[in-house]
């Protein structure tokens, strides 16, 4: 079941230069978020905040509260492990293990965190390729084939597997569609559509069509801060800040 | 117009072509001067080594001086006595080293063992026996296989701490930022992701370590030491391949000096069949599962 999430005064620094400051929002359970804004405004520093993988980069400061569901995400007893395995995430840019099958790409997240019934993991696969909308193409050679050996769009589609095998409560999705062909993106659309009934979905695009066919609420970031946020029909179609209609209406970024 | 414009293209294309077929040529040519050695070696060895291998020479332990037949059995059985031992030592040591240096080794310390690996790769092989000399064979009071596998093992270590450590960097962050975001600890990204991404390079460089200490004759002379007879106790002097080359090649008697080159090829087959089984091995268990 999709969990809410609210953001208190997220701060973010890459060393010196600050890449967030002073976040705040709510994000709905079972609804689909989008995260709209000009390049390097912070929306992959905003959601890689969320599972806390920007402290994963050297250097990098985190600051303010994050709480997902009961989870307290910057909590002191909070281990990061347990954070991500709750939080999803599609990367910007494809990235299955080369050096894996696909369906041990699928399965990794489990059987590397030392789940081992078989008949299960199996089941797992199958279920999650197919969420994905992969699975048709891939069935036959889910043992023979690396993840690397996939076109661009079903590598991505493979990554979304991947992230749903270990049912998470989240699914965090940094422009999952800015690769691929108008066929995949479709597919990766419908596949949100599905999502949203079971997760709390938030996903960063460029493509401000996107932002208004699969989300209910939007965001709009520009220079690290978050300038609004609301309905995405409001967003679209009246927007309060002036920068905010500036951007939609496409007079800068 | 378009005849002018289609005579500039096709003599681009023809020089663009003569270029191109120049530096073939060329490219293949600097292969041949590489592969020439390397054939000129094999070819000459074969010729003089294999009239005087025979079964007896691969079942048998030396003759006596004046005795004809005998073989290198020993030695062959002794070599791999010693490389198992390095490699238990060499392996597991310069792959741990070559993981740190990439994941945590990002500072001074870093640096410094950095260094010290090059320097190590580069000290005389003959240093390294004297070390092993005095850490096994001082302290046991006798010559040994241990102490030859001493020797060896840390005569690979540099070897594949280093390569190692330029594989495990070659694989993009993004891969272990993947195994992250699935919640997957650290170590465990290291070990079942990062390490196995990049398994056919690290065992590239296992190889390299293996096939150059597989030669080394001198570390082994006041370590292994040599031995006429069977023997596989890692506690006691033991006989070697490179060993017994050089005790007969540098003998004065004739039937000796065509089991020295025997001697040799046998070793240069081994060393190129282990490599070549290894690789089997290695490239069929790489799409393999996890489990
Ligand atoms: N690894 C890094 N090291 C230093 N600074 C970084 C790093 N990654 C991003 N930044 C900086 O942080 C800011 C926010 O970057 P971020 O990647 O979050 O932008 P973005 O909105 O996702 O852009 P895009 O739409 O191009 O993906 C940018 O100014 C960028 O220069
Ligand atoms: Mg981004």
């Given at each position: 079941m999709g969990v809410g999430i609210e953001v208190e005064s997220l701060n973010a620094w890459f060393g010196a230069t600050q890449a967030l400051q002073d976040i705040g929002m709510r994000i709905a359970p079972n609804h689909a978020t989008a995260i709209i804004g000009p390049s390097g405004c912070g929306k992959s520093t905003f959601v890689r905040c969320l599972n806390r993988m920007h402290e994963t980069l050297p250097e990098t400061r985190v600051t303010g509260k994050v709480r997902i569901g009961e989870m307290?995400?910057?909590?002191?007893?909070?281990?990061a492990v347990l954070v991500r395995r709750q939080v999803g995430m599609v990367f910007q840019k494809p990235n299955p293990f080369p050096a894996m099958s696909i369906y041990d790409n699928v399965a990794a997240g489990l059987k590397l965190n030392g789940f081992r019934d078989r008949r299960k993991l199996d089941e797992i696969v199958e279920r999650s390729l197919r969420m994905a909308a992969l699975w048709d193409e891939v069935k036959d050679a889910l043992k023979k084939?690396?993840?690397?050996?996939?076109?661009g769009g079903q590598q991505q589609r493979l990554c979304i597997a991947r992230a749903l095998a270990v049912e998470p409560n989240v699914l965090l999705m940094?422009?999952?569609?800015?690769?691929?062909?108008p066929i995949s993106t479709g597919k990766i659309e419908d596949l949100i559509f599905q999502l949203k009934e079971n997760y709390t979905i938030v996903i960063v695009t460029h493509n401000m069509q996107q932002a208004a066919r699969v989300a209910e609420f939007t965001g709009f970031f520009l220079l690290g801060r978050l300038i609004e946020f609301a309905k995405t029909e409001k967003i679209f179609?009246?927007?309060?800040d002036k920068r905010t209609e500036d951007y939609i209406t496409g007079r800068f970024g | 117009m378009r005849n002018k414009a289609g005579a500039r293209s096709e003599q681009i294309s023809w020089s663009r072509r003569f270029g191109d077929h120049l530096f073939t040529a060329l490219a293949v040519a600097a292969l041949l001067l590489v592969l020439l050695p390397l054939a000129a070696i094999f070819a000459d060895l074969l010729e003089r080594g294999i009239g005087s291998i025979n079964w007896a020479f691969l079942t048998r332990t030396p003759a006596p001086v004046g005795v004809p037949g005998g073989g290198m059995a020993n030695a062959i059985l002794g070599s791999g006595v010693i490389l198992g031992i390095a490699t238990a030592i060499g392996v597991p040591l310069g792959i741990g080293s070559g993981v740190f240096l990439s994941e945590y080794g990002r500072n001074r310390f870093g640096d410094v063992i950095r260094f010290t690996a090059d320097v190590l790769n580069g000290v005389p092989s003959i240093v390294i026996g004297i070390v092993a000399y005095s850490l096994v064979v001082l302290r046991q009071r006798h010559f040994s296989a241990l102490a030859g596998g001493v020797a060896l093992g840390i005569m690979m270590i540099p070897t594949i701490t280093r390569a190692t450590e330029e594989m495990l960097l070659l694989v993009p962050v993004s891969v272990r930022e993947a195994a992250l975001g699935l919640g997957i600890s650290r170590w465990r990204t290291t070990v079942s992701v990062t390490l196995r991404t990049s398994a056919a390079g690290i065992i590239t460089g296992i190889m390299l370590a293996f096939a150059r200490v597989a030669g080394e004759t001198a570390p082994l002379?006041?370590?292994?030491?040599?031995?006429?007879f069977w023997s596989t106790n890692i506690n006691q002097p033991i006989a070697a391949l490179p060993l017994q080359i050089f005790v007969y090649a540098i003998s004065p008697y004739d039937e000796w000096h065509r089991q020295a080159w025997a001697g040799a090829l046998v070793l240069i087959a081994l060393i190129v069949g282990t490599i070549a089984v290894v690789r089997l091995i290695a490239s069929r268990g790489m799409m393999k599962g996890t489990t």
């Open positions: 307290e995400v910057y909590g002191d007893g909070t281990p084939k690396s993840g690397a050996s996939l076109s940094d422009e999952p569609a800015s690769a691929l062909d179609t009246n927007p309060s | 002379l006041f370590t292994a030491f040599g031995s006429q």
